[in-house]
Nanobody, 122 residues
Framework: QVQLVESGGGLVQAGGSLRLSCAASGYTIERFGMGWFRQAPGKEREFVAAISWSGNTYYGDSVKGRFTISRDNAKNTVALQMNSLKPEDTAVYYC????????????????WGQGTPVTVSA
């Protein structure tokens, strides 16, 4: 069955970096768009970044210029490099597989990982 497993979250000081990884199994990612969303306590799930099956990338306004999404089809993984982290980046980060439609909308994703927490201290 399809599974997505995130890793790489943790505690980091403001200005630091983290690299999140999403390992997919049960299917090959090369024909699917993949995305990262995040959810902070008491807030809705927020779009962070996505990469289409062809390699086009998309970013939320709050992370443009600081985060980079990439995919390794051979390893069946998607990564999110996060630099210049801010306290407002604190959230649980989720990796998802896009089923169809806009990569910006969480409702267009059919599978999600369990999430990995990121905490950025001031």
């Amino acid at each position: 069955q399809v599974q997505l497993v995130e890793s790489g979250g943790g505690l980091v000081q403001a200005g630091g970096s983290l690299r999140l990884s999403c390992a997919a199994s049960g299917y090959t990612i090369e024909r699917f768009g993949m995305g990262w969303f995040r959810q902070a306590p008491g807030k809705e799930r927020e779009f962070v970044a996505a990469i289409s099956w062809s390699g086009n990338t998309y970013y939320g306004d709050s992370v443009k210029g600081r985060f980079t999404i990439s995919r390794d089809n051979a390893k069946n993984t998607v990564a999110l490099q996060m630099n210049s982290l801010k306290p407002e980046d604190t959230a649980v980060y989720y990796c998802g597989r896009a089923d169809s439609g806009s990569l910006y909308r969480a409702s267009n994703y059919d599978y999600w990982g369990q999430g990995t927490p990121v905490t950025v201290s001031a």
